[in-house]
């Protein structure tokens, strides 16, 4: 039998897991600024990825643990707060008026880099930077949460594979770096045990014991296949399309997936509970995610168009069919600003006041003609 305590905490984990995925990939949808995975960057992903994991590793083996920390707990502190604030901001905009939610953002640099912000983006701001600030001073596991859900969440939102193709490529060849980092070697759990910053997710596995113990899940493993489930929602955004239906579309393949990466969370932390050992999620997770999209294309009948799924070449196709419709044309003609027309109006105004000192300088002619024809 499972002890109270500890089923909770499994079950606060997978929640905890699957809440941003869902979050951060429907705002993906209303992204303009994504930065988008190439296949190259798929497959190097993995090698820069255990060049990172093992230099942590012997920084924690080398040096003091309170140094390393100290230093990534402020680097991740920056980011962490700034992630908190874009993802605290769309739960806050509702609560202000609305010339304040559609006030336009202003500009300020700084290190010749350019930041917009807005009186809500400030507001969002300071709340993040008092959670950052009680991270830091209580080091408390649900501040920590906050600011690791908050990585999720943007992470998740920001980054795009581009193709199905990348990944699976990004899935696989991190599939054997989780098993190969962690089965056959103690660098990943000694890493995992050593870093103290904000990239793990916890929840105490007895919440009323004097010395807790904890439960954990690595971002990654919430980031990863977060933004293969957020590339599902898009393809199916794309589906949806060429049906021309707009409001409430059918998600078969982020439904799909995302039941899938609770059945990979699932066991995950059954496998882990009956050896007694860690176990690296990617080794459950990717089989779960890529096989429920495939199942899903299999049952659909959609193969071939998930396979060679981009959203490169579908946006192009999307352009095309705006550029050949003429109502979608002068429905962007109306949208463009009013300034455009102003040069015209300024020279019609301008064409308009040569008229009459054109008519003036006729009657003048007019009027010298008839003044010589009576002198004659």
Same mark, same amino acid.
């Given at each position: 039998m499972i002890e +109270?305590?500890?089923?909770? &905490?499994?079950? &606060?984990?997978?929640?905890?897991?699957?809440?941003?995925?869902?979050?951060? *990939?429907?705002? *993906?949808?209303?992204?303009?600024m994504v930065e988008t995975m190439k296949a190259k960057d798929a497959y190097m992903f993995p090698v820069v990825g255990s060049?990172?994991? +093992?230099?942590?590793?012997?920084?924690f083996k080398l040096f003091s643990k309170e140094y390393i920390n100290m230093l990534l707990t402020l680097y991740f502190l920056v980011f962490g707060v700034m992630a908190v604030g &874009?993802?605290?901001?769309?739960?806050? &905009?509702?609560?202000f008026s609305k010339?304040?939610?559609?006030?336009?953002?202003?500009? +300020? *640099?700084? +290190? *010749?880099?350019?930041?917009e912000w807005t009186v809500i983006d400030i507001f969002a701001l300071v709340l993040a930077t008092g959670i950052g600030a009680w991270y830091v001073l209580t080091k408390h596991w649900i501040a920590n949460n906050i600011l690791g859900l908050a990585f999720s969440i943007q992470g998740i939102a920001l980054l795009s594979l581009g193709s199905f193709q990348t990944g699976c490529i990004l899935l696989c060849g991190l599939f054997v770096y989780d098993i190969f980092w962690v089965f056959g070697t103690d660098v990943m759990v000694t890493v995992a045990k050593s870093f103290d910053a904000p990239v793990k997710l916890l929840w105490p596995k007895d919440v009323f014991a004097e010395q807790l113990h904890f439960s954990m899940l690595g971002l990654g493993d919430i980031v990863i296949p977060g933004i293969f489930i957020a590339l599902m929602l898009r393809f199916d955004v794309v589906r949806a399309r060429k049906q021309k239906v707009k409001k409430n579309f059918p998600k078969p393949y982020f439904n799909f997936t995302?039941?899938?990466y609770f059945l990979g969370m699932a066991t995950t932390i059954g496998v882990m509970h009956v050896f007694k050992a860690a176990q690296p999620a990617l080794l459950y997770l990717v089989p779960y995610c890529i096989g429920s999209s495939v199942l899903a294309a299999l049952l659909l009948g959609e193969v071939r168009e998930l396979i060679f799924f981009s959203e490169e070449k579908s946006e192009e196709k999307q352009q095309k069919k705006t550029d050949s419709n003429p109502e979608k044309k002068a429905k962007k003609a109306k949208k463009q600003p009013k300034e455009a027309n102003a040069p015209k109006k300024q020279s019609k105004e301008a064409n308009g006041a040569q008229k009459p000192k054109a008519k003036a300088n006729g009657e003048k002619k007019k009027n010298k003609k008839q003044a010589t024809t009576k002198a004659k």
């Open positions: +109270f305590g500890i089923l909770v &905490a499994y079950v &606060a984990i997978i929640v905890m897991a699957m809440v941003p995925i869902w979050i951060g *990939s429907h705002q *993906s949808l209303e992204q303009k060049c990172v994991l +093992f230099g942590l590793y012997l920084l &874009a993802t605290l901001r769309p739960f806050i &905009a509702p609560f010339s304040l939610q559609d006030e336009k953002p202003k500009t +300020f *640099s700084l +290190f *010749s880099v350019a930041f995302y039941v899938g």
